[in-house]
């Protein structure tokens, strides 16, 4: 009796449990799993791949995912629904890393901006035809010049890579009237206006004195971008690459010494923020240390980015491979003509180059055997051990009939790297590998490896032959330029 009691209530309390759910509820099917959306894969099939960095694949295989490279061999299996590219009778490279490069990319089409707080995102111009022409010759890589020259106001203009800490009014300074303008200038432009001590005319700081760092008026700012025309996504990559400085910056002693100070405050300032982080940690509050330097001169104290400079005789080269040392931080030199006169001296303090190996410069009267260019150079600089990344004649693209001396004749500097001496091996990576490394970005660009980034050449020939054309051009694992359909280049068969 007992059983048959608990069987009836416990068959009333399923019927109330089922009947006290939602109608909607104890009809609904039951939900089929959701699979992760699969990215889209890319394969270069057949090509003869120059990894740069490790061995020769000839006849191999790169599978493209995520914009990153996933597999590089031989014997590469092609997943099903791949994409795929014959690259077969085809070199196959990674894209070419130019470090000196201006007008490319940006909206402004002459590379400078007047609004020193715009965005540098902002500027991007996927759209700039510029674009399509580098990715013709190779490059998916540029350090592209974004203020440079600067702009100024007024008695002492400076670059627009800088604070601009005053602008001048511009008024006669032996009027009476001088007081009213003032009054005038404070009331339109803040209380921080005021006459100069020297010849009494009226400046305007454009940011409160005590929270403007100071710097050399002489820096430029540049940004590393991907020559990704026709997508923004991905365009950008750094913001700062190198200080940049003009040699007359450092010039003389007082050069000298204003580049001390402003190593030596940055230093002071690092000690400084240390310090104010551990009273932080404690659970005291402390006003932060003021910023004396900018951002770059910050990142250079701490070896982040090297100063990039230009110096081409060699009592300039001693004079910055010394001061690098001295103050030590990394030092990348631009033009260096009499660069293998003291190869030594450059391995020794670790230092970089960057050449034209066209560029000539005559040797000075009497000193014709220690002077000016040299067409081995590169074969002394490899034989050192000093690195060095190649620059075209012009950072600029240019459709004005200058062949051979604007930016399209990168590769073609390779090749006379060749005939002075380097290796195809060296030669190949002072566009790729090595001004990557100068980027501090080798662990994306610069060489075909699993994990970097897949930007991508398909050649139809030597990568150092000047007959040589860019058949496609893969960047962010996306084709971004096909010789056959954009027709920038000529179209036949060889």
Not at 144 to 153: N, Q, Y
Not at 379 to 385: A, M, S
Request: charged letters at 25%.
């Amino acid at each position: 009796m007992k059983t048959k009691t608990a069987t009836f209530f416990g068959f009333l309390i399923a019927c109330f449990n089922v009947s006290a759910l939602p109608a909607q509820d104890a009809a609904k099917p039951a939900e089929p799993s959701k699979k992760p959306p699969t990215k889209e894969i890319l394969a270069i099939v057949g090509g003869d791949i120059i990894t740069v960095t490790r061995e020769r694949i000839r006849g191999g295989t790169i599978l493209i995912e995520g914009g990153k490279i996933t597999a590089v061999g031989q014997d590469v299996k092609v997943p099903e629904g791949a994409t795929k590219i014959d690259a077969v009778g085809k070199t196959v490279t990674p894209g070419f890393v130019a470090v000196d490069v201006g007008r490319m990319g940006l909206a402004t089409g002459g590379g400078s901006s007047s609004d020193r707080n715009a965005k540098v995102f902002d500027t991007l111009d996927p759209f700039d035809r510029n674009l399509s022409l580098g990715l013709g010759i190779g490059i998916t890589t540029a350090c592209v010049e974004i203020r440079a020259g600067g702009f100024g106001f007024g008695r002492r203009g400076v670059s627009d890579g800088f604070p601009i800490t005053e602008r001048f009014l511009g008024f006669d300074p032996d009027l009476e009237e001088n007081d009213a303008i003032v009054e005038t200038a404070q009331r339109d432009y803040g209380p921080f206006v005021s006459l100069c001590k020297c010849c009494g005319l009226p400046i305007i700081p454009t940011e409160p004195i005590e929270n403007t760092p100071e710097a050399p008026a002489t820096q430029q700012k540049s940004v590393v971008l991907k020559m990704s025309y026709g997508k923004l996504e991905g365009m950008l990559v750094s913001e700062s690459a190198f200080l940049d400085m003009t040699p007359g910056s450092m010039s003389g002693a007082l050069g000298e010494y204003s580049w001390r100070e402003q190593i030596a405050k940055a230093k002071k300032y690092l000690l400084d923020q240390a310090s104010h982080e551990k009273v932080i940690a404690s659970g005291k509050k402390e006003q932060p240390p003021r910023k004396p330097v900018s951002d770059e001169v910050l990142r250079l104290v701490k070896r982040e980015i090297p100063l990039r400079i230009a110096a081409n005789t060699v009592s300039d080269i001693r004079d910055q491979i010394n001061l690098s040392k001295e103050l030590g931080y990394k030092l990348v030199l631009t033009g260096a003509a009499e660069a293998w006169v003291i190869p030594e001296e450059l391995a020794e303090a670790g230092t970089e180059v960057v050449y034209t190996p066209r560029r000539r410069r005559a040797p000075r009267f009497g000193e014709e055997q220690t002077s000016g260019t040299w067409i081995e150079m590169s074969r002394v600089l490899e034989k050192t051990g000093v690195p060095f990344a190649l620059t075209a004649l012009s950072n600029a693209m240019s459709l004005d009939g200058i062949a051979g001396r604007d930016l399209s004749s990168l590769p073609l500097e390779a090749a006379f790297a060749v005939r002075g001496g380097a290796s195809e091996k060296t030669a190949l990576a002072a566009l790729t590998i090595t001004p990557a490394k100068m980027l501090g970005l080798e662990k994306r660009i610069g060489s075909i490896e699993v994990g970097k980034d897949a930007d991508i050449l398909l050649l139809d020939g030597s990568p150092l032959d000047y007959r040589t054309y860019v058949e496609t051009a893969i960047v962010n694992g996306r084709v971004a330029y096909k010789r056959a359909e954009v027709r920038i280049l000529p179209v036949y068969s060889k």
